[in-house]
């Protein structure tokens, strides 16, 4: 690809941002390191000039909606999650009292599989609100409705259990304010306007936020949902130019990446219940893992939280397996997917990348694929590493001493119960 110069148009509202960073990387001083002109870049933009994604305008849950409700919204925009509003907040509460959090297909799943396990000694004995009374003893009833549904574990859940369940009374009848803390809630961090790139490239990479919020601070709401994979595709579309070109073409090696080596990754088996993949996720706290072939050790197939969705938006296509293991999960979304193809591609595949691969490539293909990670593999095809969208934006910008200063204080460290 040709490099661009400040002459041209930019061809997307990426790029033209990706211009505004050239401008402020020519300025720097000489002595910076690359790393230093570009935090030093980062900084003096604010967030209010990232590109608005259409795919979350507008698009918040009420907090009295079901599970059922809540994960028709997801599906009809094709969004993974979004924030939840307290309908008890009074009309001019500020955000921090309008905003009780953000609920995602994932924890919908996991909060329901949390609910099948035996109490969590994580869990508070002593629940101190009405509404925390009425979360535990409507979480003991689904408990109770789970096995009557034949959840006894994941490895007996046929493959009508999620058809049953979408279908029962307390799946439509659950609110999503009710199991609000409970699974992969995080405090409610966001962002003003007038904060920093930096700010926000830092956490979503070093304090491991998916997304990140923005503020209007005058309506008291949402203006904006900033993703890692957002910020991924506005790097993808700066491509050509100088400042990008200068970390881009860096080998993997070079910025210190692949951060998981090979014999630290975590692995399921094609014919482990899908479920219990899911359970080792959520226990070893990862967003996706690899599917292995038992009688060969060969990689066949990703398989990540985000594709819980279609345990709960299409439980018709898993009906004929009597257990559904990581293998049937896979075939049947991916024959789903075929038959519908207006879907959202969500379900990943497996897709890999050489050692010797550059950032620009990696960046290239993540955004291309619009998937979370890639696996590093070397010439035999072995696994080698993995580096998901979180690593990479980590070697873009790097944290100043004492930059964030109090910025935490009151959000930081997460409650104990909290589920990621």
């Known amino acids: 690809m040709a490099m661009e110069t400040m002459g041209e148009s930019p061809r997307s509202p990426e790029a033209k941002l990706g211009m505004r960073v050239g401008d402020l990387w020519d300025i720097q001083e000489s002595q910076l390191s690359p790393t230093e002109k570009l935090n030093a870049c980062f900084e003096s933009i604010p967030v209010s000039a990232f590109p608005l994604s259409p795919s979350n305008q507008e698009v918040e849950i009420k907090s009295d909606a079901t599970l059922a409700e809540a994960v028709k919204i997801l599906a009809q925009h094709n969004v993974f999650s979004a924030p939840v509003v307290d309908v008890d907040a009074c009309e001019d509460a500020s955000w921090m009292d309008r905003y009780i959090g953000i609920v995602e297909f994932a924890g919908i799943v996991v909060w329901i599989l949390h609910q099948s396990e035996p109490t969590s000694p994580r869990s508070p004995s002593t629940p101190s609100s009405a509404k925390a009374i009425a979360a535990a003893a409507n979480g003991a009833n689904f408990a109770m409705e789970l096995e009557a549904l034949g959840l006894g574990s994941a490895a007996t859940t046929s493959g009508n259990f999620f058809e049953d369940l979408t279908s029962s009374e307390l799946y439509k009848n659950t609110k999503v304010g009710d199991i609000s803390g409970t699974f992969r809630w995080a405090p409610f961090l966001a962002l003003e306007k007038s904060n920093s790139f930096l700010t926000m ?220």
């Open 201 to 420: 490239l830092l956490l979503l990479s070093k304090y491991k936020m998916k997304s990140v919020p923005v503020l209007d601070l005058g309506s008291g709401r949402i203006d904006n949902i900033i993703t890692q994979s957002a910020v991924i595709h506005m790097l993808a579309e700066c491509a050509g130019l100088h400042w990008f070109e200068s970390w881009g073409t860096k080998k993997l090696s070079e910025v210190g990446l692949p951060l998981v080596k090979g014999n630290h990754i975590i692995k399921v088996y094609e014919d482990e219940p899908v479920l219990q993949a899911f359970k080792i996720m959520r226990k070893k706290r990862v967003g996706g893992v690899p599917v292995i072939e038992r009688d060969s050790q060969r990689t066949v197939g990703n398989i990540s939280l985000r594709d819980v969705q279609f345990l709960l938006n299409a439980p018709e296509i898993y009906h004929d397996y009597r257990a559904i293991t990581v293998k049937d999960f896979l075939t049947a979304v991916r024959s789903h997917l075929e038959e519908n193809t207006k879907a959202h591609p969500m379900l990943t595949e497996f897709v890999t990348c050489k050692e010797d691969c550059t950032i620009k490539e990696l960046i290239q293909l993540l955004d291309q694929e619009k998937i979370h990670r890639v696996y590093v593999v070397d010439d035999e095809g072995d696994l080698q590493g993995l580096i998901t969208l979180r690593d990479i934006i980590s070697r873009l910008v790097h944290e100043p001493r004492g930059y964030f200063g109090d910025f935490f204080d009151g959000v930081l460290p997460l409650p104990a119960n909290t589920r990621v």
